[in-house]
């Protein structure tokens, strides 16, 4: 892996944390205070919120899916976790060991190369 490979998965992991948290934190709250208050407004722009999380993390996803080389199982297996409440927290951890080999890679073939 090179190192923009490394700067998608970054980028990726930078918004599977805020995705994950997301579900339940505005929606799930959200609903609770709709339900116990006159409350009703708020479901809207926090839906809103939550899609437009759902989709740079999908958009980041693909272009990881397409820079690391992933088979098809992995990239659905990130997709899957996205769709669970808090499961983006445990690709965070997968995504941050895929970061690490990635850079740890492109720094040894730099060096490779200069020696």
Do not use: C, Q
């Not at 740079?56 to 693909?62: A, I, K, P």
């Not at 199982?73 to 499961?87: H, Q, R, S, V």
């Amino acid at each position: 892996m090179d190192i923009k490979t490394a700067s998608a998965l970054h980028r990726l992991r930078l918004v599977s944390v805020p995705e994950a948290l997301s579900f339940p934190a505005l929606l799930i709250f959200g609903s609770l205070l709709s339900r116990i208050s006159d409350i009703d407004y708020l479901m809207m722009p926090l839906g809103g919120l939550h899609g437009i999380l759902f989709l740079v993390y999908v958009v980041f996803l693909l272009d990881v899916w397409n820079k690391a080389k992933w088979p098809a199982k992995k990239a659905a297996l990130f997709f899957l976790l996205a769709l669970l409440p808090f499961g983006g927290l445990y690709g965070d951890k997968l995504l941050k060991r895929e970061e690490t080999a990635s850079v740890m890679a492109a720094r040894a073939r730099r060096e490779a190369a200069s020696a």
